[in-house]
């Protein structure tokens, strides 16, 4: 549910952003295949708690920021046989992500 | 032919599949569920109506929803921007488990739904989701390959169209609000109501032609 927060979103609409790929202990809400990929916030979704607090009875607070992320499927997948047009797009908390590495 | 009747070899014994040992879940379950009648928190009869109410909810309120958002601009671009309010505004209460978003289908863009970490579900809106949204197979193909899985389901997308695919990661549920079929001009909202399937607000189908 969308709750309180302390802290100002980190990132825009627009914002190019990397998916964390690290190895949480316990659950979590970042699939495998999204890990270490870079895509576009194209919604911001409101401030939720961290799920992965949650699963443990925990509060979850401060609320996290959760991001719409779009990313591109014949980039994604090497061998993706679809147009270029076609995205992908997932709900990622901020905690997961940073600022795209600009090459 | 040897005579049956004397039987000396063993048929193979298929047990059901609920006659073996309760689970711990299960044995927690029934403990929680005895403790809570017990104590007066929760009677029997409420528990097996809200279990009735939850079996027979289908796709018919969905339905209701999409026909609405057709007829009405207004409608449609409140359900978009704010689906929990625009849903309240017809009495429809999603409660306080999850969000729900509304994506919607157009000539460039075709939404798909899939949740690969579990088998999130708008089930207020479509009721129970079928056995092959929950199933691995579905939940890992339609990331990878939507156009061959949407081909399956006999949705065609041309390459001009988008294929847009929605994991629901987080907390928030999302239902497919598909493009009105042609031939239905003049048509009430309980005639549009019947094209729209349970499919077509996942992504799997188109509505009904008229």
């Given amino acids: ?103 | 032919m040897h005579d049956h009747h004397d039987h000396d070899h063993d048929h193979p014994f298929q047990p059901d599949h609920d006659a073996g040992p309760a689970t711990p879940y299960e044995v927690l379950e029934l403990a929680l569920r005895e403790l809570l009648i017990e104590k007066g928190i929760l009677t029997n009869a409420e528990i097996a109506g809200h279990i009735d109410k939850m079996a027979t909810r289908n796709a018919a309120l969905g339905a209701k929803v999409v026909a609405r958002a057709w007829l009405d601009p207004a409608f449609k671009r409140h359900l978009v921007d704010d689906t929990r309010a625009a849903l309240m505004s017809m009495d429809i209460d999603i409660g306080d488990l999850a969000e729900y978003r509304v994506v919607e289908n157009t000539p460039d863009v075709h939404n798909v739904i899939v949740c690969t970490l579990c088998s999130c579900y708008p089930k207020l809106l479509l009721g129970y989701p079928p056995s092959w949204y929950k199933s691995v197979t579905y939940r890992s193909r339609t990331v990878r390959e939507p156009r061959a899985v949407l081909k399956e389901f006999g949705v065609d997308v041309p390459d001009s169209t988008e294929v847009r695919v929605h994991d629901s990661t987080a907390d928030l549920r999302y239902i497919v609000l598909p493009m009105r079929p042609s031939g239905t001009e003049g048509w009430s909202e309980e005639q549009l109501a019947t094209t729209v399937s349970r499919d077509s607000m996942i992504g799997t189908a188109l509505p009904k032609p008229a």
Avoid at chain 1, 3 to 32: I, N, Q, W, Y
Avoid at chain 1, 50 to 67: F, I, K, M, Q, S
Wanted: glycine fraction near 6%; charge should be neutral.
């Fill in chain 1, 1 to 103: 549910m969308s709750a309180e927060t302390s802290r100002p979103p980190k990132f825009r609409l627009g914002d190019h952003v990397r998916v964390d790929d690290r190895e949480p202990l316990g659950h979590c809400r970042a699939p495998h295949f999204i890990r270490g990929r870079t895509g576009t916030v194209v919604t911001i979704q409101g401030a939720f708690r961290d799920p992965e607090r949650l699963a443990y009875h925990r509060p979850g607070l401060p609320a996290l920021t959760l991001y719409k992320v779009r990313f591109d499927q014949c980039v994604l997948w090497p061998d993706y046989s679809g147009p270029e047009r076609d995205r992908l797009e997932l709900d990622i908390y901020e905690n997961w992500l940073e600022p795209a590495p600009t090459t």
